[in-house]
């Protein structure tokens, strides 16, 4: 993708409006996926090159992950001792799942989670602004653009930076409707920021892909309560295979979060926090049905939510790990008094009582450091060819099959498995609800012509072919239906039509016709590029014309 970002950029190409080929039969790659890293990466691939880009994109944000986790404890309250221990634990996290915040999930060879890390890099910060707006009314402009930027990057991500906002005002002191109001402002203006980004998606939703093998597994439905609860209390959530070092932290920070929650108003965002992230990552497992309840849910992985628990525990960890340290100092400073006692009781009058000290505790209390270095490979994804078009098919469409984006694949199993293909037979699909009349059956399936020549462009997203007919039939385009793809036959614009297994085609009357299929993606990009310029505009001038509220 950042490849193909750098190439349409380069071309003068906006990537989301553009067909990307290189994915099974192609797709609108950069509208239904998080495609914000690609973009960026790939402007970046315009100075540098886009491999350089990638991998330095890599590093970077697995080195920045600490200190935003240390910026994001900070901002939560948490002193600079217990900050710095949640961020010097951040790099070790490790599930059994292997797809929340540990690095295994970011640099092994297969298929990373390159979005989702530059999400984990918004989303403490966005947690942090966002209380400090919630609590004191300041710092308005950073929530709204972390939270959008979270949104942005990374679908599921987003789900993260949001709920804290509906549940963290019940939480804050102060009055409620000044807290309720402020979380209003900013998850709106979260919204109005990344709308670019979700909105095509919403209008194009019907054409979004599911990956129907992994649909009802538990990749995508959660483990359920106990497997999760389980998983965390037994230390495989967050340290897997090793000693549960974060974990015994994390209890031992939950502990102190329960006992001071009622006077502590940071405590308590960090509990409500962790409890509904728990929830969520329970998923249909547990809940079922009332999943429906959270908008999208039919295109997210539920077991992603576990980078909320991750990450909340983290921030736990951190203020159990300070307690120890700070119970650790104050033993070893009563013990070194008693030390220097002693040995200022025997020390010749001569020598300094302190000199002894240094000795004596430097050989009891000495001290050790370890470093790790992390190397990340990349293997760079082969590259397919352009999209082809299928010859004409048949005399006409021979019947209709009823699917949608859910079930296609499942539908079309039996039409793969016979040889109606080979012989030119392409039933239509009735796509979406509804069952409307089969259209004329064939009375033969022999292919009716010949296609004379093709061309395609991938930088147009466009492809010409000079195809004879003997008799009417249908010019099938071998890439994955989508309404952005447009029909001419010799010039005139024809309605495009889905054929099985979700192919695009448009049918052709007898005779030498030229026939080009143009890919044209969502067209109002520019006006949502506006919204989200005015939104962070008028958040600017808002915090630079008067100062934050003070609770």
């Not at 970077?60 to 901002?75: D, E, F, I, Q």
């Not at 597994?217 to 070092?245: E, K």
């Amino acid at each position: 993708m950042v490849r193909f970002a750098t190439a349409q950029l380069r071309a003068g190409h906006l990537p989301p409006t553009r067909w990307f080929p290189y994915l099974g039969l192609g797709s609108p790659q950069f509208l239904h996926y998080q495609s914000l890293p690609a973009l960026i990466a790939g402007a970046i691939g315009l100075v540098t090159s886009p491999n350089a880009a990638y991998t330095w994109s890599l590093y970077l944000l697995l080195s920045l992950w600490p200190l935003t986790v240390y910026g994001s404890a900070r901002l939560l309250g948490a002193g600079r001792g217990a900050a710095a221990a949640s961020a010097a634990m951040a790099p070790f996290l490790w599930s059994t799942v292997g797809i929340g915040y540990e690095q295994h999930a970011y640099v092994w060879t297969g298929f990373g989670a390159w979005t989702q890390l530059w999400a984990a890099v918004t989303l403490p910060l966005a947690w942090g602004f966002c209380w400090r707006w919630i609590r004191d009314g300041r710092h308005a402009l950073a929530a709204v653009t972390l939270s959008a930027l979270t949104i942005a990057l990374h679908f599921e991500t987003g789900y993260l930076a949001l709920i804290p906002l509906l549940v963290w005002p019940f939480v804050a002191p102060g009055r409620l409707v000044r807290r309720i109001r402020r979380a209003a402002i900013v998850l709106g203006g979260a919204l109005l920021a990344s709308a670019w980004v979700f909105v095509p998606l919403l209008d194009q939703r019907a054409f979004a892909a599911q990956n129907e093998i992994l649909r009802g597994t538990p990749l995508a439905n959660g483990y359920g309560a106990g497997r999760v609860l389980s998983w965390l209390v037994s230390g495989q959530l967050l340290d897997h295979g090793r000693l549960p070092v974060v974990t015994a932290f994390a209890a031992l920070g939950l502990a102190r979060a329960i006992r001071r929650c009622r006077r502590d108003a940071e405590a308590r965002a960090l509990l409500v926090a962790l409890g509904i992230c728990l929830l969520l990552s329970f998923g249909r497992a547990t809940f079922g049905s009332l999943v429906a309840l959270i908008p999208g849910s039919a295109d997210i992985f539920l077991r992603r939510f576990m980078m909320g628990v991750q990450l909340s525990a983290l921030l736990l960890a951190g203020s159990g790990a300070a307690r120890i340290a700070q119970i650790a100092w104050q033993t070893a400073r009563r013990h070194g008094g008693r030390c220097a006692d002693r040995l200022a009781s025997r020390a010749p009058s001569r020598r300094p009582p302190h000199s002894r000290r240094r000795s004596s505790c430097s050989r009891r209390h000495g001290s050790s450091s370890d470093a790790t270095t992390v190397t990340t490979r990349a293997r760079s994804p082969p590259s397919a060819g352009p999209t082809a078009p299928k010859g004409p098919s048949s005399t006409g469409f021979t019947g209709t099959l009823a699917a949608d984006r859910t079930d296609v694949g499942v539908h079309s199993i039996p039409l793969l498995h016979s040889q109606l293909a080979q012989h030119g037979v392409d039933p239509r699909v009735a796509w979406g609800p509804g069952q409307p009349q089969p259209l004329p059956r064939s009375a033969r399936a022999t292919s009716p012509g010949t296609i004379l020549s093709t061309h395609a462009s991938l930088a147009a997203s466009s492809l010409s072919a000079t195809v004879r007919l003997r008799s009417p039939g249908a010019v099938v385009l071998s890439a994955s239906y989508d309404p952005g793809w447009t029909a001419t036959v010799d010039g005139r614009p024809e309605p495009t039509v889905v054929v099985a297994p979700a192919l695009v085609a448009v049918r052709v009357r007898a005779g030498t016709h030229q026939v080009v299929f143009r890919y044209r993606g969502y067209r109002g990009y520019p006006l949502l590029f506006v919204v989200c310029a005015l939104t962070l505009l008028a958040f600017l001038a808002a915090e630079a014309l008067r100062p934050a509220q003070r609770s």
